[in-house]
Each structure stands twice: as structure tokens, then as C-alpha cells.
């Protein structure tokens, strides 16, 4: 198996773990009801696979392609651009994520208008950079594969990756608003 088909499945993992693990805090979100096992389990496996998925993905841009070209191919290297922007700022924005969220949740603590706010943003710039890339990534894998063999069909996929990244965006912001406005405040 190659380094990009490895990647491609790595990806998919990724994609079935992130989907329990949203679905599962959306869950908690919007009613208070939770596993504590799956909460737990879930984001650390996400977190093995998500590093071996980092780990081949540099290798593919620097080793196996020339990570730094964006201008030979014009336009078609927006989505290239917007595929690494994205993984970075998911990088970037998971530490945050956990240490934010986690923190008032599993202490219970009040937070502030100001704390709400940044929680809100920081959140909302995390689950947006994750549905950009998975916009972005999910026919790439599926061509990959072998499973997509036309233009017709990649863009079929990217318009249903489109529409589920869009739906879940309006869900997540609907739902996190609503739990940080009824949590208590400092």
C-alpha cells in the first residue's frame, strides 16, 4: 500500500472518530446526557490516528511532492492551499480546544461573558477548520482509492461534503451557542 492510500484509510479512520466524537458532545451539549467511557476513549484514539495522519501528510508534501509550489498550478492549488491551512489551524487550534473546553466542563465552573465569548470563538474556529478541511480532503481520498474516476463524480462528493461540513457548521453553532448562554455565568 503506498504512503498516500495509507493516508487516504488513515483519513477515513479519522473521519468515522471525529463524526462519534462531535456527535457525542453535541449530544452532551444539547441535552446533559453522556458517556463518560466514549468521552474519553474516543478523543484519544482520534488523537493516535490523528498524529500518524499528520506524520504521512508532511511526508507527502515534502518528501513525495514539492510542498512549496503553489504557483505552478494556479488555481487548482486553491483547494491545496485551503487543505493545508485548514490541517494547520485544526493543529494549531486542538490544544486550545481541549484545555478550554475541558477545563469549565469537568470542573463545573462559572464562567465569565468575556470567558463565554472566547470559548465560543475558539470552538467555532476549530470545528470551522475542521469542516473546510474535510470539504476539502474527503474526494482527494476517495480518488486516492481508486473509488472516484471522474470529474463529474469528485464533484458530485464535494458537494455532499459541502452540504454535510455546512449542515454540521449551522448544528455545532446552534447547539454551542445555546449550552455556553444556559451555562452559569461568573
Known amino acids: 500500500m503506498t504512503i ?3 493516508n487516504a484509510v488513515c483519513s477515513w479512520i479519522l473521519i468515522a472518530l471525529l463524526l ?3 456527535f457525542t458532545t453535541l449530544v452532551y451539549l444539547a441535552t446533559g446526557i453522556f458517556s463518560l467511557k466514549v ?3 474516543v478523543p484519544k484514539v482520534l488523537a493516535m490516528v490523528c498524529i500518524l495522519h499528520v506524520c504521512l501528510s508532511l511526508w507527502i508534501v515534502f518528501f513525495m511532492h514539492d510542498g512549496s509550489k503553489f504557483d505552478r498550478y494556479g488555481k487548482l492549488n486553491q483547494r491545496t492551499f485551503m487543505q493545508r491551512l485548514s490541517g494547520l489551524m485544526i493543529l494549531a487550534l486542538v490544544h486550545p480546544h481541549v484545555k478550554i473546553f475541558a ?7 462559572a464562567l465569565t461573558p468575556a470567558r463565554k465569548l472566547m470559548v465560543f470563538v475558539v470552538e467555532m474556529l476549530f470545528f470551522f477548520s475542521i469542516y473546510v478541511h474535510l470539504e476539502c480532503s474527503f474526494s482527494r481520498s476517495l480518488i486516492t482509492m481508486g473509488l472516484i474516476r471522474s470529474e463529474k463524480a469528485e464533484h458530485a462528493v464535494d458537494i455532499g461534503a459541502r452540504a454535510f461540513s455546512a449542515v ?3 448544528l455545532t453553532f446552534v447547539i454551542l451557542a445555546r449550552f455556553l448562554i444556559t451555562w452559569p455565568t461568573a
Open 4 to 6: 498516500k492510500k495509507l
Open 20 to 22: 462519534v466524537h462531535i
Open 39 to 41: 468521552m474519553m476513549t
Open 103 to 109: 477545563s469549565f466542563i469537568y470542573d463545573h465552573s
Open 168 to 170: 454540521f457548521f449551522v
